[in-house]
T-cell receptor, first 112, second 118 residues
C-alpha cells in the first residue's frame, strides 16, 4: 500500500539553526502537504504543494515538491523555540475520497 | 468562528466498556474524516462520512468500531468493548467540499480525543 517515510525521525538543534527534513514514497503523489502538530493538539497545515518541482514558502518555512513526485522536503530557517513539535508530511490516498496518508513524523526539539 | 470541536478531550474507559467520541465540524462543513494516532506514530485514516452517509470506511477495524454523521448533531465514533490497544488519540477533520480535488486536502483538524483504556 501507499506509505510515506520521513527522515530524520527526530532532531535536536540549537535555536537559530536551519532545519531540513524530508519525506519519500515508493509511489507517486500528486499533492504533498506538510503539517505541524503541537503537543496535545491536532495537526495544522503549514504548506501545500500541488505541482512537481514547485517550491513554496510560508514565512521561515520552505517546502519543495520533488520532480519525480515521490519525495518532498521541508526547510525551516533560523529556528526558534516555538518551532518545537512533530512535523508530518501527508498525501492523498489512492481512493481519491479525500483521505490522507501520513508519514510517521519528524520530532523537532529546539534548545534556546 | 469555532473550529472543529471534539469532545471529550480526554476519556478513560475500563476494558469492555463503550467509548463515544464526538465531533462537531466547522460551520457549513458537511464532510467529516476520522483518524487515529497511536503513540509515536502518524495519523491513520479510519472513515470518511458525509451527512447520513458513510463514503469510505476502508480504515475502520472490522469489529467493535462504528461511525455515524446524522442529519442533525455531531459525528460520533463509537468503540464497543474497548481493549487496551484502542488507547490512542482520535482526530476528526472537516471539509466544506467533496473528497476530491487538490484544494480540498487542506481540511481542518480538531484537537482530538485522547482515549485511555485501563
Amino acid at each position: 500500500g501507499q506509505q510515506l517515510n520521513q527522515s530524520p525521525q527526530s532532531m535536536f538543534i540549537q535555536e537559530g539553526e536551519d532545519v531540513s527534513m524530508n519525506c519519500t514514497s515508493s509511489s507517486i503523489f500528486n499533492t504533498w502537504l506538510w503539517y505541524k502538530q503541537d503537543p496535545g493538539e491536532g495537526p495544522v497545515l503549514l504548506i501545500a504543494l500541488y505541482k512537481a518541482g514547485e517550491l513554496t514558502s510560508n514565512g521561515r518555512l520552505t517546502a519543495q515538491f520533488g520532480i519525480t513526485r515521490k519525495d518532498s522536503f521541508l526547510n525551516i530557517s533560523a529556528s526558534i523555540p516555538s518551532d518545537v513539535g512533530i512535523y508530518f508530511c501527508a498525501g492523498p490516498g489512492s481512493s481519491n475520497t479525500g483521505k490522507l496518508i501520513f508519514g510517521q513524523g519528524t520530532t523537532l526539539q529546539v534548545k534556546p | 468562528n469555532a473550529g472543529v470541536m471534539q469532545n471529550p478531550r480526554h476519556l478513560v474507559r475500563r476494558r469492555g466498556q463503550e467509548a463515544r467520541l464526538r465531533c462537531s465540524p466547522m460551520k457549513g462543513h458537511s464532510h467529516v474524516y476520522w483518524y487515529r494516532q497511536l503513540p509515536e506514530e502518524g495519523l491513520k485514516f479510519m472513515v470518511y462520512l458525509q451527512k447520513e452517509n458513510i463514503i469510505d470506511e476502508s480504515g475502520m477495524p472490522k469489529e467493535r468500531f462504528s461511525a455515524e454523521f446524522p442529519k442533525e448533531g455531531p459525528s460520533i465514533l463509537r468503540i464497543q468493548q474497548v481493549v487496551r490497544g484502542d488507547s490512542a488519540a482520535y482526530f476528526c477533520a472537516s471539509s466544506p467540499l467533496p473528497g476530491q480535488g487538490p484544494l480540498n486536502y487542506g481540511y481542518t483538524f480538531g484537537s482530538g480525543t485522547r482515549l485511555t483504556v485501563v
